[in-house]
């Protein structure tokens, strides 16, 4: 027994070298901080000037704060209101478990003069205008038709098409191979959970006056210096299914991060979903897993990776990129199509459809937010719902069968008070590891459609959590006594064996 515990004490000692003789790796922004300083980086909650451009004495607090990494620091960061900065100490942070915070890294978010970002704001344009279309009558809304012929038109624009044109089907869709297979909306949001004695439906509370917020200057810039905001009422009476772009902002304003990921793993479990061929106990004759290699263990794991995402992220967000929210940079497409101001913003979002369209619907270019608050007091890139998206989902997809497929998809029916059938061509090629993949595209995008989110925040956001989860799966590996190889596809297809 000592010598299998010297060999545990070895195992882990291996792990945590290993993660010490880790490559820090070169974090690297996109230069728009010092191009055009105080324009074109995250402000939300400092004090902002008549424009909604940041006090540049403020900015430069926080920039020392981040410098500094001094607590005095950070409490000399002056505020505009009463919301406070989230959390940017957390990025410092490390863990003895996966990599440590700093040690991953993510490409620097496009730049606002550049087609990309203008490609990113038209799609957001286009979320908020098509907030309250069903999304299985995507095909069938003339609103969907119009902003999937803008989206195929712009000369950047990086998500998914079918022969070379963005359509209903793949509009708004994520970008991994088996996102654009069946309904938009994973089947992990859509079946019961089993939960212990319990059952739980996935109908959620509602809003009882669905609206548009922060359409208007004087709103928008007293929630750019921090204004708390009266919170939307929701109607705890009448629940329903996830239905609309609405309905899926709604979700993930209230959710608990792993939340979708913890269901889906109770899903699969209460289902007897076969588990990766790589599990050791598919080769026992007379063990079963439990502790290690069983339920309790990847339930655990599924909710633990979320911390290390977001500490990883976090870094990410206030040490690197400090990129600006949409609702910021729509307050700068405000501002300049209003001829007030000059700003480096690259013409095709500015000559959009999708910016005309909002103003004949609100009288503003401003980007309409979902939330009354509009984003949270962090900065946008990588997205933090992508992020443990990311890994949550990798975690799933190293445990379970990606290739099982699921038995009775089914859609909301169309007072979204139901469950019906999905009869569509592909209903017997819903998979495992593809609905995993599109639970995550749909909890990062529904951060989109909220319209506090990028699109490269999802994208970049939940290829961060991957690997987080890829080392987070190999250290488990490493201090476990068992010889257990998993398998999985990553996001952009390929298939690694952890």
Same mark, same amino acid.
């Given at each position: 027994m000592s010598d299998r515990r010297f060999v545990a004490r070895d195992t882990r000692i291996q792990a945590a070298e290993a993660e010490f003789q880790r490559q820090v790796p070169v974090h690297a922004a996109n230069g728009e901080e010092t191009d055009h300083p105080f324009i074109c980086n995250y402000s939300k909650a400092l004090p902002h000037n008549k424009y909604g451009e940041v006090e540049p004495a403020a900015y430069r607090l926080l920039r020392r704060a981040l410098a500094t990494g001094s607590y005095e620091d950070f409490e000399r960061i002056p505020l505009g209101d009463t919301r406070g900065l989230v959390n940017p100490q957390a990025g410092l942070s490390f863990g003895l478990d996966g990599p440590d915070a700093q040690a991953l890294t993510i490409p620097p978010a496009p730049r606002t003069d550049s087609a990309e970002n203008s490609a990113e704001a038209v799609e957001l344009y286009w979320m908020a205008l098509c907030r309250d279309v069903l999304f299985t009558r995507f095909g069938d809304s003339g609103l969907v038709a119009e902003a999937a012929t803008e989206l195929g038109g712009l000369s950047d624009f990086r998500a998914p098409k079918q022969g070379g044109l963005v359509t209903p089907q793949t509009i708004f869709r994520g970008d991994s191979r088996h996102d654009l297979i069946g309904p938009y909306l994973s089947q992990f949001l859509l079946k019961d959970i089993p939960y212990g004695? &319990?059952?739980?439906?996935?109908?959620?509370?509602?809003?009882?006056?669905?609206?548009?917020h922060l359409t208007t200057w004087g709103e928008w810039l007293e929630v750019q210096n921090g204004s708390e905001r009266e919170p939307d009422e929701?109607?705890?009476?009448?629940?329903?299914?996830?239905?609309?772009?609405?309905?899926?902002?709604?979700?993930?304003?209230?959710?608990?991060?792993?939340?979708?990921? &913890?269901?889906?793993? &109770?899903?699969? &479990?209460?289902?007897?979903?076969?588990?990766?061929?790589?599990?050791?106990?598919?080769?026992?004759?007379?063990?079963v897993g439990f502790a290690t290699y069983g339920g309790p263990h990847i339930l655990s794991l599924v909710t633990e990776v979320a911390t290390r995402a977001l500490r990883a992220v976090w870094y990410q967000k206030w040490y690197v990129h400090r990129r600006m929210r949409p609702e910021e940079f729509g307050g700068r497409v405000h501002q300049q199509l209003r001829g007030q101001r000059e700003y480096p913003i690259d013409s095709e979002v500015l000559d959009s459809v999708a910016v005309k369209r909002?103003?004949?619907?609100?009288?503003?270019?401003?980007?309409?937010?979902?939330?009354?608050?509009?984003?949270?007091?962090?900065?946008?890139?990588?997205?933090?719902?992508?992020?443990?998206?990311?890994?949550?989902?990798?975690l799933l997809k190293a445990w379970f069968d990606e290739s099982h497929i699921l038995p009775g998809p089914v859609v909301p029916s169309t007072d979204g008070t139901a469950l019906e059938p999905y009869t569509g061509p592909d209903a017997d090629r819903l998979t495992v590891g593809g609905e995993l993949n599109k639970v995550a595209a749909n909890i990062a995008t529904g951060r989109n459609m909220a319209g506090v989110h990028w699109r490269t925040d999802y994208t970049r956001g939940v290829r961060l959590g991957e690997e987080i989860a890829i080392g987070l799966l190999r250290e488990a590996k490493e201090t476990t006594l068992e010889d257990a190889v998993f398998t999985l596809n990553r996001f952009d297809g390929t298939t690694i064996a952890v």
């Open positions: 004695t &319990l059952l739980i439906s996935q109908r959620q509370d509602t809003l009882a006056r669905p609206v548009d929701r109607n705890f009476a009448t629940r329903r299914y996830i239905q609309t772009p609405r309905d899926l902002a709604h979700y993930v304003h209230f959710d608990a991060l792993y939340e979708a990921y &913890l269901n889906a793993a &109770l899903i699969l &479990l209460g289902a007897n979903a076969p588990v990766d061929a790589g599990n050791p106990y598919n080769f026992s004759r007379n063990q909002v103003f004949e619907k609100h009288g503003s270019y401003l980007m309409p937010q979902a939330f009354p608050e509009g984003s949270p007091t962090h900065p946008s890139y990588a997205s933090g719902h992508a992020t443990v998206a990311g890994a949550c989902v990798t």
